[in-house]
């Protein structure tokens, strides 16, 4: 039985994944049932097997995205400032796949803006990506975590990566990846000048 249902999970990653290719090339006003049959060269009673609305494929596009993110990530070898650093450049479109997942993510945002229930998941998101980013903060700071604004400096580091990713989706020869880690860097050392 387990064996049955293994196909269909790859067949609705693969479903997802064209969902992604659209949507980097077209965005979610030019995202439609259509258009991700026609991408896959299948169907749209096919892609409707899997998924019964654009709501429902859209919201497991974006999850498969944030899982293989997290696949993706750069395993810090050491905590602290090394750990934070890490995070933030995870969050930035460093290479091809993180690119692309930038632009569905900037893109993301418009959607959720005219849907209330696709907002608060947003607002969710971000809000557990700012939890991270404050714990890794923490952690680099140890006990002086407090005395030295911790929170101001997570609200200024989340706030900036964010920025940046916007930036690089709209002006990708202006913040190539050097130039990127160059400011992620930049800030680290300003914000935490004792351990950076």
Known sequence: MADEAQPRVDRRDEVAEAVWRVLN?????????????????????????????????????LQLLISRGEDR?????AGGVHALRSALLDMLPLDEPSTIANRIWVS?????????????????????????IRR????????SSEATGAGSIT????????GWCVQAAL????????RLERLIDGMLSRLLPEIA
């Open 25 to 61: 090339r077209d965005g979610f006003v030019g995202l439609s049932m259509r258009g991700v049959a026609t991408e896959m060269g299948s169907t749209t009673g096919m892609v409707t097997y899997y998924f019964r609305s654009k709501r429902e494929l859209t919201d497991y596009a």
């Open 73 to 77: 990530s750069r395993r810090a070898t």
């Open 108 to 132: 993301s945002w418009g959607a959720a803006l005219a849907d209330q229930e696709r907002l608060v998941q947003h607002g969710e998101l971000y809000r557990a990506s700012r939890m991270k």
């Open 136 to 143: 890794l903060v923490d952690d680099a700071l140890g006990s």
């Open 155 to 162: 609200e200024e580091l989340h706030a900036a990566v964010l």
């Open 171 to 178: 002006e990708p020869g202006e913040y190539p990846p050097p």
